[in-house]
């Protein structure tokens, strides 16, 4: 073993700051107690090479675009701590945690304190931890030990399975169109956090670094018998900065993450609609007609849909694509066509990139206003590849930039009705890392910054839309980022190329989104980039993508087809009949993107997020929750019309809500996948609200109100709170909102349920729908009144 020589020194105590410093060396420490269950550590050199951070946000809905000071911890509660300390050892306790730092060489140990016990959850290496004074080489360095016991979790979008262990990927936003949805890395987004859980001792922690470097995650790949079992995190400059988060279980983990990155946003009801899109109607040269036509064609095939996606084609300038330019060839008249979407109730989501071509009308503008990022000189404009020509990212740190992408915003798309940004291609792919940005007036090279572009360009577009339309939530939709994304978007994962793989692998991607903080988002219904789907693939693909917040059919198919919802008519029923039912959830989902942006839970999750006590539910699969009631269980192969699926350990089982069957939880079991289908699992003693009207492309601004009741199989209560407000305007946050409380109490003879709202907001509705499993033999009692059996077991009441 390697004898270190870097003796670290307590220098100072205060303020839940403790500080350190090498000996014999420029190297600090400074360890900050931030909550009972959340420490964090800071290792630099002299002084910090990045002073502000944009991605911790505690708590928040927004910061200043300048970002937040690094070594402010003002927005954390700051508890009580024992300190003990000697020239070797420094010991840190909360109530939760306990860390002991081994002073030659600042190496930790973290133990949980649970039940009376103190129980180790994370160690680094015993040898050569941190790259201290260089002593590695160049970049930032972490090494902790591994255990063939621990399971991985998260780093946001990748591919795979949703488990880690023993696989390396790198952090780092590229343009991957048509990825392998299995090994493709890198991908589009930059999130470098991950959970570990201990299979032995079931204890979760994540670790969170507050750093923008493209950088290494090696999860036990690399092997090196001088140094035993060991993962570690390599970044390429910047400084170490980490945060431990203590769970204990993986929910509890994914959650404070959620908090420490700030709130996720809360999007008008309209977001959750069907969305169509495709690059081929704006690249078409009757652009104009082509959207035309799809209105049309929704109403003739009786298609709801809410949005519709404007792809970049609307900025063309003969073959190439100029941001904030209108082609008036392909659309004589945007005001017209953006008035015949709203008059048919479909709002418009317009294609933004960051990168303006060298012969972009306006590009002489700003490179003379030194608006672009910079080459390494800090004298001229970076030029990159994009697309098929050359062009220069703007640089969002400079705060003329900024405002100037906010004004175009403003001009060139909302002013002529334009609902939502959409906020594409912005992976910033420089790759000379020492390329200059502004940096709010304290130059910094992009390689340091990359990711922050992409959140800082949405950040401008929410700005503008939330100035131009106080009253209106914004939404948006970005598809590069990093930890802080959910403050400002809706995102979903890339250009996927279609084949089945994709639909299987892109859920578990979905996972590791869900997991790392990243709760709206969806992927490319029917595949981007690749061939057309095949019709049963096609129903496949939109039976997936009904359950995700995000639902959105878009596509770039090779042999120029657009896929459409009536792309073919012998599966067009199951299509239709997918997308309505979609309809029908809403209400559900509206209530998960609440809880999202106040209780940070997360509305995709793998099985084992709700039942961890359950060893079998981390066993790889194609299934997911849709919140806590939902067991989605998606065909995700040919040809596969009966599909087996594990129900998760459940005192009150699972009802298949397509045959009504019941079941005990613990098993697997086969159900019934015909093609007009999937499976679909609800928990048993759930209450699932619906849209219960009928709806139609005409009549989707319908909302009536019906619950669907899973009732305990023999004793047990269901509170359910489902929140209501009008959709659309911030008036939620004035208090002008209302819940609908069903509460539902059964023994084995009486289903007794009760319904009352309370809140400000007056609810279109004052009578609901109740509707229980049509083998449920007992007796019904809702607000008091005792009903008479029928056929349905339908129930009309008024809300108490």
């Known amino acids: 073993m390697i004898k270190e020589n870097y003796l670290f020194k307590l220098t100072k105590n205060e303020d839940n700051v403790i500080d350190f410093k090498l000996v014999e060396g420029n190297t600090y420490v400074k360890v900050f107690v931030l909550e009972e269950d959340i420490i964090r550590f800071l290792m630099y050199e002299k002084e910090l090479k990045l002073d502000r951070t944009w991605l911790v946000a505690p708590g928040m809905d927004d910061i200043e675009k300048e970002g937040r000071n690094r070594l402010d911890i003002s927005p954390f509660s700051k508890p ?82 949703a488990e880690r262990h023993g696989r390396s990927f790198k952090m780092m936003n590229v343009d991957a169109m048509g990825y392998d949805a299995e090994t493709t890395d890198p991908l589009y987004k930059h999130v470098p956090f991950y959970i570990t859980r201990n299979k032995e001792t079931g204890i979760s922690f994540g670790i969170f670094y507050d750093n923008l470097s493209t950088s290494i995650f090696d999860m036990g790949k690399e092997l090196d018998n001088y140094h035993g079992y060991y993962r570690y ?8 900065d980490y945060y431990i988060i203590l769970g204990p279980k993986i929910k509890d983990v994914t959650q404070k993450f959620s908090y420490l990155t700030g709130r996720t946003i809360f999007p008008p009801k ?23 036509k799809f209105i049309e064609l929704c109403k003739k095939y009786d298609i709801p849909c809410d949005s519709f996606h404007l792809s970049s084609g609307y900025t063309s300038i003969g073959k190439k694509r100029y941001v904030f330019n209108w082609n008036r060839d392909k659309f004589p008249s945007p005001e017209d066509i953006v008035n015949y979407y709203h008059e048919n109730g479909v709002k418009l989501c317009a294609n933004i990139k960051p990168v303006l071509l060298i012969d972009h009308p306006m590009y002489k503008e700003l490179e003379e206003n030194k608006m672009f990022v910079r080459d390494k000189t800090g004298e001229k404009t970076e030029i990159v590849q994009f697309w098929d020509d050359l062009g220069a990212y703007v640089d969002f740190t400079n ?12 001009e060139k798309l909302l002013k002529y009705g334009i609902d939502s940004t959409w906020n594409d291609n912005n992976e910033y792919e420089i790759w000379d890392n020492d390329a200059k940005a502004y940096g709010f007036g304290k130059e910094i090279s992009i390689g340091q910054i990359r990711p922050l572009m992409s959140l800082l360009m949405m950040k401008a577009s929410y700005e503008a839309q939330k100035e131009y339309n106080p009253h209106i939530r914004p939404y948006l ?30 859920i578990k991607m979905g996972i590791g989104l869900s997991l790392s903080g990243i709760y709206n988002f ?24 009904i359950f995700y917040p995000r639902f959105t059919i878009h596509s770039w198919n090779d042999d120029g087809t657009a896929t459409e919802p009536w792309m073919y008519p012998e599966v067009l029923p199951y299509i239709r009949q997918a997308i309505k039912f979609r309809v029908k959830i809403t209400p559900y989902i509206y209530n998960l993107l609440y809880r999202a942006h106040e209780y940070y839970e997360p509305i995709i999750r793998p099985t084992f997020y709700n039942f961890e006590n359950d060893p079998k539910t981390f066993e790889d ?158 007796q019904i009692i809702i607000n008091g009144k005792t009903f008479d059996k029928n056929n349905e077991n339908i129930y009309e009441t008024y809300i108490g």
Request: proline share 4%.
């Open 80 to 161: 009580e701590y024992i300190l003990h300390y000697d020239d070797l050892t420094c010991t840190i306790e909360t109530s939760k945690i306990k860390l002991v730092i081994n002073l030659n060489g600042m190496k930790t140990t973290w133990y949980a304190k649970l039940n009376g016990s103190e129980v180790k959850f994370a160690s680094d290496r015993k040898t050569q931890a941190y790259n201290i004074e260089g002593s590695l080489g160049k970049g930032v360095f972490h090494y902790l030990e591994r255990s063939i016991n621990e399971q991985y979790y998260g780093l946001g979008e990748k591919a795979g399975i």
């Open 233 to 240: 995190y390599y970044a390429e400059d910047g400084d170490l």
């Open 270 to 292: 309209w977001s959750i609609g069907y969305s169509g899109s495709s690059m081929h109607y704006t690249d078409a040269p009757n652009a104009q007609e082509r959207l035309q």
């Open 399 to 410: 705060p003329k930039a900024y405002d100037w992408w906010k004004k175009q915003v403003t």
């Open 477 to 506: 939709i970005s598809r590069s980022g990093c930890p802080g994304m959910q403050r400002y978007v809706q995102t979903w994962s890339g250009d996927n190329r279609t084949c089945y793989k994709t639909i299987k692998f892109n």
């Open 522 to 545: 969806g992927h490319d219904v029917g595949g981007f980039a690749g061939p057309a789907p095949e019709p049963e693939m096609f129903v496949r693909w939109v039976q997936n993508g």
């Open 621 to 778: 699969c194609d299934d997911f929750m849709l919140g806590d009631d939902m067991l989605i269980a998606s065909v995700v192969e040919k040809g596969q019309y009966e599909r087996e699926v594990y129900l998760p350990k459940h005192n009150d089982g699972w009802y298949d809500y397509h045959t009504g069957l019941w079941y005990e939880g613990g098993q697997k079991v086969k159900v019934p996948a015909p093609l007009d289908y999937s499976p679909l699992l609800i928990r048993g003693g759930a209450i699932i609200p619906i849209n219960d009207a009928d709806i139609t492309f005409e009549t989707k601004s319908r909302d009536e109100r019906g619950f669907m009741i899973f009732p305990h199989k023999h004793n047990g209560r269901t509170e359910f709170k489902l929140y209501e407000d009008d959709g659309y305007t911030n008036d939620y946050k004035k208090g002008i909102f209302t819940f609908v409380n069903v509460n539902m109490d059964c023994d084995d003879e009486k289903i007794n349920i009760k319904i009352f709202a309370e809140g400000k907001y007056k609810l279109p509705y004052d009578v609901v729908r109740i509707y229980l499993p049509k083998s449920e033999a007992r």
